[in-house]
């Protein structure tokens, strides 16, 4: 039996699906991912842009980034990989996506039953209030943009070296440890603790499905490894 056929087969007896994705899911809109060739992090530091101590020592760079970035994503569409996912979500009763990127795309998309692990680039934080607001500008008016209280706002991100929204992370381990069948589509899974959610899905007993153009370290513990690209292979699973 063909990788698809096994991973088709999987999710047609499955009741509780979960999917996690990463920057390869919208590389096919045309948003740049993070490592290798062609990704952000070939060009800028990480360290330089998205961390916290980035922010204190140099806002208006961090948010000459992030506004380069939304001009970017902003005329982006969801591509058939994020509306594959959309389709998951009527036909499982129980279904979570949770997704590491920050462009949007998979709510453009109508996926409801999200996790966004790493925030949103969309929302805007107060530095001293916390309040979080939907930001669509592009250009922003202002930068660094200020909260009407006047302190500096930031982008609603998780940077390294900050911790996750704990609920957000909860309902994640939760869908991982509950889900029959468990679809790792787009990610380096290099980065924890979203890395290390296949592992908690496959000790309870999940049957996991890889997809990515290239293999990843945690191809070695999944059931099926779908070399290719997200936009062919997702829409494929439901056929
Ligand atoms: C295709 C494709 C196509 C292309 N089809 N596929 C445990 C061990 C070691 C370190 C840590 C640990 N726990 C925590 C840490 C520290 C750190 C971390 O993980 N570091 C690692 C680098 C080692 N984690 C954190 O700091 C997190 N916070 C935390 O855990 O707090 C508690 C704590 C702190 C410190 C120590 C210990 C505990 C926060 C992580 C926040 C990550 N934020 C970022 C940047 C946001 C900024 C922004 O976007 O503006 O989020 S990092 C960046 O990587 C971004 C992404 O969401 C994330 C994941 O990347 P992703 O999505 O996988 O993208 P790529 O580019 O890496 O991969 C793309 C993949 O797609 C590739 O595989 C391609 O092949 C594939 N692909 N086209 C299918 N068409």
Known sequence: MQDIDRAREA???????????GAGISAESGVPTFRGDGGLWKNFRAEELATPEAFHRDPLLVWEWYGWRRQTIAPLAPNPGHYALVAMERRFGEFMLVTQNVDGLHR??????LAELHGNIWFTRCTVEGTVREN????????????????LLRPHIVWFGEELDAGVLQSAVDACR?????IVAGTSSAVYPAA???????????????????????????????SGRSGELLPRLLE
């Open 11 to 21: 999710l047609a007896a499955a009741h509780k699906v979960v999917a996690l994705t």
């Open 108 to 113: 453009a998309a109508g996926s409801v039953k």
């Open 136 to 151: 669509r500008a592009v250009p922003l008016a202002l930068l660094p943009p200020r909260c009407s209280c006047g302190a």
């Open 178 to 182: 509950a889900a029959d069948v468990m």
């Open 196 to 226: 290390g959610l296949a592992g908690l899905a496959k000790e309870a007993g999940a049957f996991l499905i890889e997809i990515n153009i290239e293999a990843t370290p945690a191809s070695g513990m999944m059931d099926v490894h779908l």
